[in-house]
Structure formats: structure tokens, C-alpha cells
């Protein structure tokens, strides 16, 4: 439910005045955009990659098999770490998150409901009924 204007009006007001007595904690308040630390992420967990595959073939090499298996377990932890850092930058475009923790309405078409039309079941029974009618004449 959206707020009304009156409501949105008193909370700029807050806002203001939280950002005027105290700046340093109203700008830890601020949410902040995930998008900032995604290539950092991104570049650690390439890093943990290589190091991965260095001790997995390390490993085979020296036919240690301990320092194989790490380096196989590193190789997917950094995956692991790409894929969810990618995600969260996925989702907070899709939410509408721009820079400076402000959250944009996010254009999108509305979705078909599961009540908006017949379902599956509904059309493969019509389907049957419409073969079974046609064979019986």
C-alpha cells in the first residue's frame, strides 16, 4: 500500500532532520548499492579459481591427494561466491536499486495471475473431452 502524500511528506521532513543532527549516522542508515562491491567479488573469486586449479594440479602433479581435493573444493567455493554475488546484483536491478541506496519503481509488465484464465488441467480435460466427442461420431 503506498503512502499517502501527507505521509510522504512528513517522512522527507524526518529524513531531513536526521540528516541535519546527525549526517555520519544517517549516511550509515543508507542502504547501500550492492553493485558497488560486485567487482571486487568478482575479481576475489577469480582469484580463488586460480588458485584452485594451481593446487589441484599441484596435487596430481605431486600425487598428493588432500592438496587435489582442496584445491577442487577452493575451485567451487569460488564459483559458488561469483554466482551468488551475481544474483544479488540481478535481483537489486530487478528491485530497482540506483546508486545512493534510492529505490526506482521498476518498469515492468504486470504478471498473469494463476487465476486469470482456465488452467492446465482445465485445457487437457477440454482437449480429452473434444477428441473423445469427435471419435464417438
Known amino acids: 500500500m503506498p503512502l499517502s502524500e501527507h505521509e510522504q511528506r512528513l517522512l522527507e521532513q524526518m529524513e531531513r532532520a536526521l540528516y541535519a543532527e546527525d549526517p555520519k549516522f544517517a549516511s550509515s542508515l543508507r542502504g547501500k548499492d550492492p553493485r558497488s562491491n560486485f567487482r571486487r567479488r568478482i575479481l576475489l573469486a577469480a582469484l580463488g579459481f586460480i588458485v584452485g586449479i594451481v593446487l589441484l594440479m599441484t596435487g596430481l602433479v605431486g600425487k598428493m591427494t588432500p592438496v587435489s581435493v582442496l584445491g577442487f573444493v577452493l575451485m567451487l567455493l569460488s564459483v559458488f561466491f561469483a554466482v551468488t554475488s551475481y544474483r544479488a546484483v540481478t ?11 534510492e529505490v526506482r519503481r521498476p518498469h515492468s509488465a504486470p504478471r498473469k495471475t494463476r487465476g486469470s484464465g482456465p488452467g492446465l488441467m482445465d485445457r487437457i480435460e477440454e482437449r480429452w473431452n473434444r477428441r473423445r466427442d469427435d471419435n464417438g461420431r
Do not use: E, K, P, R
Open 91 to 101: 535481483t537489486a536491478s530487478q528491485l530497482g536499486v540506483v546508486d545512493g541506496g
